[in-house]
């Protein structure tokens, strides 16, 4: 299997903060990459897919980049909307996997 | 309004079986992959199940494989999941998703889960 790690596991911020997160695959994926954002007691909600291609809806503040092993989810000026737990995943090889999740905290 | 609604969990004894079932609406049904998500209480996102859309295709995580079974019903818009030989391991809330396009994409768009739980 695939095994995902993103890092940091908390991070503390603020609104209006950058907010840098990366995830980091344990072979090559290409792009076959996922980003996730899930809030407490909900489902997951797809924010970007092929690495870097934002979902319909999705706040242009939100963005993906990356390819092969290394990816990374940024968010520029962090809104209060947007403390939640964020996944990736890999959809390039089954079973697909996801990350342990990144968690933005209010700082 | 594009809908994925769960149903089928509860509580069940260690060794025993559940069948969880996904009733899909809002969109076509028959042209999307679907899959099964889980998450155990506190716990990140582990995929548990997919099926292509005419069933000729599945693929499972190693932890399920050969005790949960998944399947669909392209004339009631549902999909299943069998689970049997429960273990405590397998708690959690259990989504329902589907591509986020016709064939092999992400997942897009997900139900809001049935809660299973496993314990004497």
């Known amino acids: 299997d695939i095994q995902m790690t993103q890092s940091p596991s908390t991070l503390s911020a603020s609104v209006g903060d950058r907010v840098t997160m990366t995830c980091r695959a344990g072979q090559s994926i290409g792009y076959w990459l996922a980003w996730y954002q899930q809030k407490p007691g909900r489902a997951p909600n797809l924010l970007l897919y092929?690495?870097?291609i934002l979902e319909s809806g999705v706040p242009s503040r939100f963005s993906g980049s990356g390819s092969g092993t290394e990816f990374t989810l940024i968010i520029t000026s962090l809104q209060p909307d947007d403390f939640a737990t964020y996944y990736c995943?890999?959809?390039?090889?089954?079973?697909?996997?996801f990350g342990q999740g990144t968690k933005v905290e209010i700082k | 309004e594009e809908q994925l609604v769960e149903s089928g969990g509860g509580l069940v004894q260690p060794g025993g079986s559940l069948r969880l079932s996904c009733a899909a609406s809002?969109?076509?049904?028959?042209?999307?992959?679907m899959h099964w998500v889980r998450q155990a209480p506190g716990k990140g996102l582990v995929w548990v199940s997919r099926i292509n859309t005419d069933g000729s295709g599945i693929n499972y995580a190693d932890s399920v494989k050969g005790r949960f079974t998944i399947s669909r019903d392209n004339a009631k818009n549902t999909v299943y999941l069998q689970m049997n030989s429960l273990r405590a391991e397998d708690t959690g809330v259990y989504y329902c998703?589907?591509?986020?396009?016709?064939?092999?994409?992400?997942?897009?768009?997900w139900g809001q889960g049935t809660s299973v739980t496993v314990s004497s």
């Open positions: 998703a589907r591509s986020r396009g016709p064939g092999a994409t992400c997942v897009g768009y």
């Open positions: 995943q890999q959809y390039s090889t089954y079973p697909w996997t």
């Open positions: 092929k690495a870097s």
């Open positions: 809002g969109f076509s049904f028959s042209s999307y992959w």
